[in-house]
């Protein structure tokens, strides 16, 4: 008997954590307790209190403000940095799943080769080349997830194009274009999804591990992890510059990474 | 079992040369004119036609990239533009301090996860396991950058007890620099323990649902037995695959925590090669690291040899 997904702890607690971080990123769009780019010579490093809850950075401005607009960046370069990483990996996948033969074999040294490449060292390198930002990152982030997602669709290719739904397709005519879009991929997206949703927390930490490095978003935008960068100089004077941001990325991390183990759960027929 | 390990090697040896690829086109044919990027934009355009002479970069691209590769397989990275050194000379000098810390969170990693995950999956749906579970789904979502700032804040601002950061080197004896490498250590290693915790966990819950294991139980063999010879050997193959991509991320994870902790080693070498354009220092960093990723993935797939018998007599 299918279990109501409600039902499931940790898919309802992970629904409930992604829920506030999508309401925190849209309500930072139209309101936010102060600017997060206002300066104040004064409010320097401040701890929490009744005027900023999360305290002030090293220019005086609210960390309440900028966690809530770091959340905005931390979507954008999770969502568009996993959709690179599916959208080539699926390619690849496909063409080697389907294809076979010498191309499958070139495609997957390719990805093992790009498996060498952790979000880390594409951003060194592209950074090294290009201006570091925030675009390089989720570029950097998207090739790593390639591998993944590369390997889940050829190996749903491998599997679906022998069976008898397929084979009678092509038999009744359907060209090769119809097979992959119509029959073979539906079938293979359910793995790709639960894929998707675990590797956007992945996205999340390296987003903020990059802008922890400068390698990702840069001055004066609000990243969790440029938010680190900067905090760490100030530890002594206000730990709590350190403690807020990194929180954020652990409660996002936290809920999104219930919200993908509650999807397999759900979508695996074997524990649903 | 032979042939299995010929196509694995030819298969690494496959991806190596992908991998060199990458890094070449990333570095000299991305930016169409890699000269430019190393002078910036503040560079004469008869320097940046002496650099281009200098660095053979006005040659085809398939002649230079034959011979980079040629020189790199020599051990070759060129000669850092920073420094006036060879960039092979450099990476080494660095390699004390990242491969120490990756090796330490490695194994970190491995003397805490394994038995967690065991002792969870043996004590299934009990509040041992759920116990595990939550601390692992904590560990998860913390990143090693933050876990490394929190350990500062605790232990170096608080308490007192150790540096804030800093290599004090091999030179004084192993204590001192096992010492200055623990904290870094375990913030690395915090995450990927955690990780390997749940993969652990998952594979000896998978053995511990075969027949042959309630077989073994039903005839009376000792659970120590049952978890030594019948579990673990059989669970080993989806943790040791876990625990070897995790080595990689470790190394790159590395990175990072160097720049947390002040240590002078590979990640801080390539940050310090961007902010100064020193294209060949970042190029030999990354070839080196990612070759290093790719190799211990090999590893991995030849201790499946060792491993799984099913291998050795296909």
Redesign the interface.
């Known amino acids: 008997m299918r279990r109501h997904p409600l039902r499931h702890v940790t898919f309802t607690l992970g629904v409930a954590i992604t829920a506030l971080l999508i309401a925190t990123a849209a309500l930072s769009l139209v309101y936010t307790p102060q600017d997060p780019l206002a300066m104040s010579i004064t409010g320097r490093l401040q701890g929490p209190s009744g005027a900023h809850l999360f305290g002030t950075d090293q220019y005086g401005r609210d960390v309440l403000s900028r966690v809530m607009t770091g959340t905005v960046i931390s979507i954008a370069v999770g969502v568009i940095a996993v959709g690179i990483g599916a959208a080539i990996g699926m390619l690849i996948g496909i063409l080697s799943g389907y294809v076979g033969g010498w191309i499958d074999e070139g495609f997957?040294?390719?990805v093992?080769?790009?498996?060498?490449?952790?979000?880390?060292?594409s951003a060194?390198?592209?950074?090294?080349?290009?201006a570091?930002g925030i675009v390089i990152s989720m570029i950097a982030i998207g090739i790593a997830f390639v591998p993944s997602f590369a390997r889940l669709t050829r190996a749903g290719f491998l599997e679906l194009r022998a069976r008898e739904f397929v084979v009678a397709a092509r038999a009744l005519g359907a060209r090769d274009r119809r097979l992959i879009m119509r029959h073979i991929l539906p079938n293979t997206l359910a793995p790709l999804v639960v894929q998707a949703t675990t590797s956007f927390?992945i996205a999340i930490?390296a987003e903020?591990?990059l802008a922890?490095?400068?390698?990702g978003t840069q001055p004066p935008h609000p990243s969790w992890?440029l938010m680190?960068r900067e905090?760490?100089s100030f530890?002594?004077l206000n730990?709590w510059f350190?403690v807020f941001p990194?929180g954020a990325?652990?409660?996002t991390?936290?809920g999104l990474?219930?919200l993908g183990d509650g999807l397999r759960d759900l979508l695996d027929p074997k524990t649903a | 079992m032979r042939g299995y390990i010929a196509r694995r090697v030819a298969?690494f040896v496959?991806?190596?040369?992908?991998?060199s690829?990458?890094?070449f086109v990333?570095?000299r044919v991305?930016?169409g004119d890699?000269a430019l990027?190393i002078i910036g934009p503040e560079g004469s355009p008869e320097a940046a036609a002496r650099l281009r002479e200098a660095l053979g970069l006005n040659r085809p691209i398939l002649v230079q990239y034959t011979e980079w590769l040629g020189r790199a397989l020599r051990g070759d990275l060129g000669v850092s533009l920073q420094y006036d050194v060879p960039v092979g000379r450099l990476i080494l000098s660095r390699l004390p301090v990242t491969l120490p810390l990756t090796v330490m969170a490695a194994l970190l990693m491995l003397t805490a996860a394994l038995p967690l995950g065991l002792y969870a999956a043996r004590r299934h749906r009990r509040a041992g396991d759920y116990l595990a579970m939550v601390v692992s789904?904590?560990g998860?979502?913390?990143?090693?950058?933050?876990a490394g700032?929190?350990l500062?804040?605790l232990f170096s601002?608080h308490l007192g007890w150790v540096q804030?950061g800093g290599f004090a080197g091999w030179s004084g004896g192993l204590w001192p620099g096992v010492r200055s490498l623990l904290l870094p250590a375990i913030a690395l290693g915090f995450f990927q323990t955690a990780v390997l915790v749940r993969a652990t966990r998952s594979s000896v819950l998978d053995v511990l649902r075969e027949d042959y294991v309630r077989t073994a139980r039903a005839k009376g063999v000792s659970e120590l037995s049952v978890i030594a010879k019948h579990t673990l050997r059989n669970a080993m193959i989806p943790i040791v695959t876990v625990a070897g991509l995790q080595l990689?991320?470790l190394m790159?994870?590395a990175?990072?925590l160097e720049?947390?902790f002040a240590l002078p080693g590979l990640g801080r070498l390539?940050?310090g090669?961007?902010t100064a354009?020193d294209?060949p220092v970042?190029?030999g960093?990354?070839l080196f690291?990612?070759?290093t990723?790719?190799l211990i993935?090999f590893v991995v797939d030849l201790l499946y040899v060792v491993l799984d018998p099913r291998i050795r007599y296909e």
Request: hydrophobic share 65%; glycine share 8%; no cysteine.
């Open positions: 997957m040294r390719l093992d080769a790009i498996q060498g490449f952790p979000a880390i060292l060194l390198l592209f950074a090294a080349v290009f570091p927390p930490l903020a591990g922890y490095l400068g390698l992890g680190l905090a760490q530890l002594s730990p350190a990194g990325i652990a409660l991390v936290l990474n219930l | 298969a496959a991806t190596l040369f992908f991998v690829g990458l890094v990333v570095v991305l930016p890699p990027v789904q904590i998860i979502a913390i990143p090693g950058f933050w700032l929190l500062i804040l601002v804030s990689g991320q790159a994870g990175i990072i720049s947390v390539a940050l090669a961007i354009r294209l970042v190029q960093v990354t690291v990612a070759s990723i790719v993935n």
